[in-house]
């Protein structure tokens, strides 16, 4: 099996978990199909995503397709939890962006296709709701091409084939598959295939995901048309996201892009507060105390530490199976890190780049009275790990913790969260611009 990962990304609403869903069951990975509004979907794990119906953090599901076996990203599509899909783009190999029908492109749809195009990253457009949808398919064709230009292509087949007007709109995508369309009348998957990973080509599908409608064709084409990547055999990997288990135990989430990575292997890394990267360059959490709070900032210097790996898990859903060891191309959580960040690179890969998306608002947080204020935050520092563009920080002058946050609902989901971790129940003042 050769290892893709593909992320799926959406404006909210668009139906994303529910064909992410049905790529699971047309695959053969689940053998019931579950539904967001019935609290029962395969990716909605947490209580909150449930209570909502919206996803908030992002997930993975692993299943095949052919020869390849593909790590799903299911990315949250609401815009005020856009940095924990935006950290997931680093380890995107395809995208799958979901249009919904009657709604066309919106305004969160417009964003995520400069951050694919940013990323570099060859996409696909899924065009659901089309059992509820006024508009025909060349209506909504013009209004995709309108935005993305001439390499959009409806690739629905008439009797198992592509028709040849498709053939001819897929051909200009490039010469060389111009030239051969010109010269022989026909393109085969390769050829596909390959304008599709050099973003020339952006196959465009239609169909209903809650109704399993052309979600087989769909599955049928990821399989014809993606190519996986080639890694190096020297190692190399990134920190896609860092989380904690049930049990509070660290995970810290890599894609391996060269090589492999074992259990018991010793990595050597500079941790956040060293590099100048992570959270807010403050001390790091553990290491603060009352005094540090009324006033100390600054970047400490801290030397390169070398842990070794106590065990690496692949999730899909909320189960993960133990493995010895994960090879390029994977997604996986590793266990024994205590020091990693978001977007951190080891081996021979760089750092990712920096986020785009941003708060632009600051939020003071006021902990339960009687609560030791420096034992809050070391417990909310924790959140900053976890989602770095909280960016949790105490102001010596105002003597308040403060967040950056995107917007009320994730307010609301943040003073959820707090409540449901660490026992406290804040309260979160006012934002100002920053």
């Not at 579950?34 to 995503?49: C, N, P, Q």
């Not at 995107?92 to 951050?115: C, F, N």
């Not at 920096?354 to 609560?371: D, E, N, Q, R, W």
């Not at 030791?372 to 935050?377: I, Q, V």
Request: net charge negative; glycine share 8%; proline share 5%.
């Amino acid at each position: 099996m050769k290892n893709v990962v593909l992320g799926v990304l959406a404006h909210v609403d668009s139906g994303k978990t529910t064909l992410s869903e049905a790529l699971l069951y047309q695959s053969g990975r689940i053998r019931k199909l579950g539904r967001v509004d019935h609290k029962d979907a395969y990716l909605d794990t947490d209580r909150l995503e449930k209570e909502r119906g919206i996803t908030i953090f992002s997930k993975q599901a692993v299943f095949d397709a052919g020869d390849l076996r593909i790590y799903l990203q299911d990315t949250p599509g609401h815009a005020d939890f856009s940095s924990e899909m935006e950290r997931t783009l680093s380890a995107l190999d395809y995208a799958l962006l979901i249009v919904s029908g009657p709604d066309g492109l919106q305004a969160h749809s417009e964003t995520l296709i400069e951050l694919l195009r940013r990323h570099r990253i060859p996409f696909l457009i899924w065009v659901n709701k089309m059992d509820i949808c006024e508009k025909s398919r060349a209506q909504i064709m013009d209004e995709l091409r309108a935005r993305l230009g001439d390499g959009a292509v409806d690739m629905t087949e008439t009797g198992g084939k592509l028709p040849p007007e498709t053939l001819e709109s897929v051909a200009v995508c490039g010469e060389e598959t111009l030239e051969k369309y010109l010269s022989t009348g026909a393109l085969d998957d390769a050829d596909i295939a390959s304008l599709l990973k050099s973003r020339r080509l952006i196959p465009c599908f239609f169909g209903s995901a809650l109704k399993l409608d052309g979600t087989d064709r769909l599955l049928s084409a990821l399989e014809r048309y993606i190519i996986p990547p080639e890694y190096p055999e020297v190692f190399a990997a990134r920190v896609i996201k860092i989380s904690r288990d049930e049990r509070g135990d660290r995970l810290t989430w890599i894609k391996v892009t060269g090589g492999s990575l074992s259990v018991r292997e010793s990595l050597r890394y500079l941790p956040a507060d060293a590099s100048g990267s992570g959270t807010s360059g403050e001390p790091a959490a553990a290491d603060i105390s009352a005094a540090d709070l009324s006033g100390r900032t600054g970047q400490t210097e801290l030397p390169a530490i070398e842990e070794k790996v106590s065990q690496i898990r692949i999730y899909s859903g909320n189960r993960f199976e133990a493995v010895q060891s994960a090879e390029a191309g994977a997604v996986a959580a590793v266990l024994g890190l205590s020091a990693t960040y978001a977007g951190q690179g080891f081996g021979a890969e760089p750092d990712s780049l920096a986020p785009l998306l941003v708060p632009a608002l600051s939020y003071s947080i006021f902990p339960p009275a009687g609560t030791d204020p420096a034992e809050a935050y070391r417990k909310l520092r924790v959140l900053s790990e976890e989602d770095p563009e909280l960016r949790i920080v105490w102001d010596p002058h105002l003597r308040e913790i403060q967040a950056q946050l995107m917007g009320e609902v994730q307010i609301e989901v943040l003073k959820s969260v707090i409540a449901e971790r660490f026992g406290m129940d804040v309260e979160i003042g006012s934002g100002r611009i920053m």
